[in-house]
């Protein structure tokens, strides 16, 4: 796991971090339970693509903070790259701190997005 951080990010982290603690904040960087999954609002209707995924079989637990957010177990990141609903772009995987920026910007139709 350490070979994937960066350096200075891992000199950091030794500098901040109580040597006893180190390794457990290292093994916490590399757990990962659930995808972040975020709905393309300006494709598709968050209610209509949370209903064809379960309908699927995909487990989703949309966020409280963001209605167009969910997560889904890691064991079915196949599927929902196999999705119609990825392949036409009305859903990404993403990390639920970038959903931020789509939740703060709440881009429109008319909007281009870069």
Known sequence: MTAELPATFLARLRDI????D????????SIQ???GVRVN????DVN??????????IQIE???????GMTVPLGQRDLL???EEYVRNEIYLQN?????????LAPQPSDEVL
């Open 48 to 57: 209509t693509v949370f209903s064809r995924l379960l309908d699927q079989g």
């Open 22 to 29: 180190l390794d457990n904040v290292l093994k916490s960087l």
């Open 96 to 104: 639920t701190s970038s959903m931020l920026a789509a939740w703060l």
């Open 33 to 35: 339970t659930k995808i």
């Open 62 to 68: 949309p966020l409280e903070w963001y209605g167009a």
């Open 17 to 20: 971090i109580p040597a006893h």
């Open 81 to 83: 790259l196999a999705s």
């Open 41 to 44: 609002t300006l494709r598709a």
